[in-house]
C-alpha cells in the first residue's frame, strides 16, 4: 500500500457536494485513424490493454477508523474497466454549445471514493458526424486531485497516448497491494508519533520565509500579497453546477508575441487571461480600479524529495487589468511575473507539503467551514482566480489509434475563487480550458471567444 501525502490528501477532506476536486480534460478525437476502424468496443478493448499498465488506474482509497494519519492507496481486487468507461451521444447538431453543457453536467459529480477515483466518458455524434464512419469523438476524463496535479495528470495522459496510431499495448504494471486495517492503523500511528520530529525542520524554513518576505517588501520585490484581490463576480460561494468552455490558438502566434517583446510563454499566457477578463468586466461595467490577483500553481516535481502525487507550490500574480494598453499590460505582467517568481523561488519548495502533512481531516474541515462563512460576509478573496500553463507533447499523438485534434484541461473551483482557466500545449496548438460555475458567470463563451481577440491585440502590437 501507498499512503497519500498530506498535500494529496487535503483534497478529500476540502471536498463536499458544492466543492468536487477532481480535474477533467476534454479530448477531441479524430477515429479515421483507428486501426480497423472505430468501435466503442474496441477502444474499450484498447483501454483495458493499456490500464494493465497504469496501476494508478487501478488503486482505490481504504483507511481505517483506528488510523491516524492520511489514507493509502491499495490495488482494487474487483477492478472492472466497465465501472469507469462510459458513452453517451450528443443531441444535435452536436456542437460545441452541446459538448460543453453535457461536460459540464459530468464535471459537476462527485467520484465514487469506494472504486477507483477516475472516469472516462465516450462523447459520440460530436459535430454532426459518425465515429464509426471516420468521424469525431470526445472523451472526457475525471481523475480526482488526491491522486494527480497538473503533471502528473499530463503525465498519466500521455501513457494513454502514442506517436503512432497502431502502436503495441504497454508491458503490464504491477500496483501497490493491498493492506489490512490492522495495517493502516499500525503504519499510521508511526507516522503520527514522528511528525513532531519533522516539526522541527519545517519550522526554520517558515521563519526564513517569512523573514526574506519582510526584506523583500520592504524593497517592494514582492509577490502580490493573499487577500489583496478585488471582489468580482466569480468571487462568491459556488454550488455543486459547473459550466465549461474551450478554445484553441495557435502556438506560432503565441511564440510570436513572446519573441517579440522578450518574455516568457507563461507571461503571454497571463497577459491573454487578463485581456479576457478586463473585457468581460468591462462590458458589464464591473471592472475593479485595482488588479485582479491569479493564483498559479508552480511545479516543484524536480525539486522535491518528499512523497506523494502533487508535488506543487504557487505564486500569486497580478494580471494589470487596469492597464489599457494590451503592449504596455504585457510588459508590466512580464515585470510582476519576474518578481513573484523570484520570491517564489526564495521560499523552500516543499514548505506547503510539509505544514500539510501535520493537518488532519478534522483541522481542514474546519477550516473550509470557516472560510465558507467568511465568503458569505463579503471577506475579500483569497485571490480572484486559478491560471495554470500545463505543458504537453508536441507532434501527432494517438489516443488508442484516435489521432488528438484537441486537450482541453479543466480545473477545479473553490468557493470565493470560481474560476479556473488552464492551458496545454499540445501539437502546435495552446489549448485553453475554463471552468466556473453557472450560477456566478451563466455562459463562459465571451470569455472563450475573446482569447481570439486578446491575441490578435497582442499580435498587432508587434507590427
Known amino acids: 500500500m501507498q499512503r497519500l501525502s498530506g498535500l494529496d490528501a487535503s483534497f478529500l477532506y476540502l471536498e463536499t457536494a458544492d466543492q468536487p476536486l477532481h480535474v477533467c480534460s476534454i479530448l477531441e478525437l479524430d477515429t ?105 469523438i470526445a472523451v472526457l476524463t475525471k481523475v480526482h486531485h488526491c491522486a494527480v496535479d497538473g503533471v502528473t495528470g499530463a503525465n498519466l495522459m500521455s501513457k494513454l497516448c502514442t506517436t503512432e496510431p497502431d502502436a503495441p499495448p504497454p508491458e503490464p504494471v504491477g500496483g501497490p497491494g493491498g493492506g489490512t486495517e490492522l495495517e493502516i492503523a499500525l503504519s499510521g500511528a508511526v507516522r503520527f508519533a514522528i511528525r513532531p520530529l519533522k516539526l522541527a525542520n519545517v519550522l526554520p524554513n517558515t521563519v526564513s520565509t517569512v523573514f526574506d518576505t519582510v526584506r523583500r517588501a520592504r524593497n517592494g520585490r514582492t509577490m502580490a500579497p493573499p487577500f489583496a484581490a478585488p471582489k468580482t463576480t466569480f468571487n462568491a460561494n459556488v454550488t455543486g453546477r459547473r459550466n465549461v468552455a474551450f478554445a484553441q490558438l495557435d502556438l506560432e502566434d503565441i511564440k510570436t508575441v513572446k519573441n517579440h517583446f522578450g518574455v516568457k510563454v507563461n507571461d503571454v499566457v497571463m497577459a491573454l487571461v487578463s485581456g479576457v ?33 502533487n508535488q506543487v507550490s504557487g505564486m500569486f500574480s497580478r494580471l494589470e487589468t487596469s492597464i489599457e494598453d494590451p503592449a504596455a499590460r504585457l510588459r508590466a505582467i512580464a515585470e510582476a511575473n519576474s518578481v513573484a517568481k523570484q520570491h517564489s523561488s526564495a521560499i523552500s519548495a516543499t514548505l506547503l507539503q510539509d505544514w500539510t502533512q501535520f493537518a488532519a481531516p478534522a483541522v481542514f474541515g474546519a477550516a473550509m467551514r470557516v472560510y465558507a462563512s467568511s465568503r458569505l460576509s463579503g471577506a475579500r478573496p483569497v485571490h480572484n482566480l486559478v491560471i495554470s500553463n500545463v505543458p504537453g507533447p508536441q507532434g501527432p499523438l494517438y489516443m488508442l489509434g484516435c489521432e488528438v485534434k484537441a486537450m482541453y484541461p479543466l480545473g477545479p473551483i473553490f468557493h470565493g475563487s470560481g474560476l479556473n482557466m488552464t492551458v496545454m500545449s499540445l501539437s502546435g496548438n495552446l489549448d485553453v480550458g475554463i471552468m466556473s ?21 497582442l499580435l498587432d502590437a508587434t507590427r
Do not use: Q
Not at 460555475?437 to 491585440?457: G, H, S, T, Y
Open 32 to 136: 479515421a485513424t483507428m486501426p480497423g476502424g472505430y468501435t466503442f468496443d474496441r477502444l474499450r478493448d484498447g483501454l483495458g490493454l493499456c490500464i494493465k499498465a497504469m496501476p494508478e488506474f487501478r488503486e482505490r482509497l481504504a483507511d481505517s477508523k483506528f488510523n491516524l494519519d492520511h489514507p493509502v492507496w491499495v490495488e482494487d481486487n474487483d477492478f472492472d474497466v466497465n465501472r469507469h468507461l462510459h458513452r453517451i451521444g450528443l443531441p444535435a447538431p452536436g456542437g460545441r454549445a452541446e459538448l460543453a453543457e453535457i461536460c459540464g453536467h459530468i464535471a459537476s459529480l462527485t467520484l465514487d471514493r469506494s472504486r477507483p477515483l477516475w472516469e472516462m466518458w465516450v462523447i459520440e455524434n460530436v459535430a454532426g458526424t459518425d465515429a464509426h464512419a471516420g468521424g469525431r
Open 277 to 309: 477578463l478586463r473585457t468581460f468586466l468591462l462590458e458589464r461595467g464591473e471592472l475593479p480600479e485595482s488588479s485582479l490577483v491569479a493564483m498559479v500553481p508552480v511545479s516543484v516535481h524536480d525539486k522535491s524529495d518528499r512523497p506523494g502525487r
Open 437 to 457: 460555475c453557472p450560477e456566478l458567470v451563466p455562459d463562459l463563451w465571451d470569455m472563450a471567444d475573446a482569447f481570439d481577440v486578446a491575441l490578435r491585440e
